[in-house]
């Protein structure tokens, strides 16, 4: 427990010094990269290749982005060695998929990927009852359902078990009810997720 999870997660990063990082979107994950942003000197990023656990298939520019979400908050503000950008790893979604993963398959695993948690359940766009949930041999498949606008990209399981450290980001007291089914068991998909570490950063309100 923290009491500021933007903050708590800014420490982090900044102690991790992370080779390179898959970014995530929601109103957490601006707020801690907005936070980065005014510690921008902690993080040697010129050194750092950005990824994207995954992304709404719509134009980089719309609101609904997440890599436009972190170019805003803090992509355009610091000189990152890479963006691997999701929405234009190619023309369709299901082509941008497959480059995508054949992109991820090809590198190092991810140092650090940043997750939050849907009141759902759900994270990264892994959601409850939905096809993603079962691949075994891919690390990024298309993804969605009729609960969430946009059709998805998304890294699956396997991909966050590479990773060597997955964080979660949960703030809020709208997220005390999933982040409850999931220190509970449920069978929800962010309390399927493994990796070499997995930490949760979770303020009081989320915890009730």
Do not use: C, Q
């Not at 709404?56 to 719309?62: F, T």
């Not at 992109?103 to 997750?115: K, N, Q, R, T």
């Not at 999933?178 to 570490?197: C, I, K, N, Q, S």
């Amino acid at each position: 427990m923290v009491d500021d999870v933007p903050a708590a997660f800014t420490d982090l990063v900044a102690a991790e010094a992370p080779a390179s990082i898959a970014f995530s979107g929601g109103d957490t994950a601006r707020e801690s990269y907005e936070h980065l942003r005014t510690r921008r000197d902690a993080v040697a990023w010129d050194a750092v290749d950005v990824w994207f656990g995954d992304e709404r298939w719509v134009p980089v520019e719309a609101p609904d982005s997440n890599e436009g979400m972190a170019r805003a908050a803090l992509l355009d503000h610091v000189p990152v060695r890479a963006v691997h950008s999701m929405r234009h790893a190619a023309d369709s979604i299901d082509a941008a998929a497959a480059a995508y993963d054949a992109e991820v398959a090809g590198v190092p695993p991810i140092d650090l990927v940043h997750l939050g948690l849907g009141p759902d359940g759900h994270t990264a766009s892994l959601f409850p009852g939905t096809p993603a949930l079962a691949v075994d041999d891919r690390l990024v498949v298309p993804n969605g359902d009729d609960l969430h606008p946009h059709p998805r990209l998304t890294f699956t399981f396997p991909a966050l078990a590479r990773a060597r450290l997955v964080v979660f980001t949960v703030a809020g007291d709208d997220k005390r009810d999933a982040l409850a089914r999931v220190r509970a068991g449920e069978d929800l998909p962010a309390a399927h997720v493994d990796a070499e570490r997995v930490v949760w950063l979770v303020d009081p309100a989320a915890l009730g």
